[in-house]
């Protein structure tokens, strides 16, 4: 598969430099990506590769990550909306409102943004979002512990006992969950995670109003069945989808069938 090229870019938005990575054309179908927790821009490049050349791919390393601003405090989810009515404030010259991909913490907030500014999207696609909340789970399939321990031993060089975290992933995977964790400072984990269970996400899902696609991972328990109904029940117009054989990260454990579902959603609202 030919490599597409990804052009670097910084967005200031008054408040923060956001980090970009843009692939095609500006005019063409507009996607934004929203990565998770721990994750950067450049997680998505194996799925923007295999996206059709008539989208504009838009990939953002959030606050607190890659090369975007390291900030000390404001991780909440009117933090990460504001930044994303920034880059969207970007392609408002695009004829055709983007569409927002989020995977996990990108997912909630995607849900957010959509919900308080319906006339920008098109569409939204939430990965395997963290359904906690105030009066959901108040537990996490991850401890936050785990997270802070795997950036401990990222951070200090320990590649093998790194890779024991996670079985099962390939070496060039594994290389980039390193990187990703070398390049997201504490805090934005610490108040990240923790807002999973102060910030509302059900009542965000409730009140979407525009085309939706949900993809829950059958493995890895960020969605249970029960969950997955009540989500479903909540919004019944959005589409959705537990995707077998799959764990948290979706669009790295079955990148084609990720792109199969996103291409498919896309060009229900864009043909």
């Not at 989020?102 to 990965?127: C, D, E, N």
């Not at 795997?150 to 790194?162: I, T, V």
Request: net charge negative; hydrophobic share 40%; with cysteine.
């Amino acid at each position: 598969m030919p490599e597409k090229k990804m052009e670097s870019r910084l967005l200031n938005t008054g408040d923060v430099e956001l980090h970009l990575l843009t692939s095609g054309s500006p005019n063409g179908v507009p996607l934004v990506f929203l990565p998770g927790i721990t994750s950067l821009a450049k997680s998505f490049n194996g799925i923007v590769e295999r996206l059709p050349d008539s989208y504009y791919c838009v990939s953002v390393d959030m606050r607190g990550r890659g090369r975007s601003t390291h900030v000390k405090d404001h991780y909440r989810m009117s933090d990460y909306v504001s930044d994303v009515l920034a880059v969207v404030n970007l392609l408002i010259d695009n004829p055709i409102s983007p569409i927002l991909v989020g995977h996990s913490m990108g997912a909630r907030v995607a849900a957010a943004f959509a919900t308080r500014y319906p006339k920008l999207v098109s569409g939204i696609v939430l990965v395997d979002p963290p359904i906690h909340g105030p009066g959901q789970r108040d537990e996490y399939p991850t401890p936050l512990d785990t997270f802070l321990y795997q950036k401990r031993l990222a951070d200090s060089g320990r590649r093998e006992a790194f890779q024991a975290q996670f079985p099962g992933l390939s070496e060039m995977l594994v290389q980039l969950r390193e990187e990703e964790y070398q390049n997201v400072c504490v805090e934005a984990i610490v108040q990240s995670y923790d807002a999973f269970f102060t910030e509302p996400f059900h009542v965000y899902v409730k009140a979407l109003d525009c085309p939706t696609l949900l993809l829950a991972a059958e493995l890895g328990g960020t969605i249970l069945d029960e969950e997955f109904q009540l989500l479903s029940r909540l919004n019944p117009a959005m589409e959705a989808i537990r995707v077998p054989g799959v764990g948290h990260m979706i669009y790295k454990d079955d990148p084609e069938r990720f792109t199969d579902y996103v291409t498919q959603f896309v060009d229900k609202l864009a043909p």
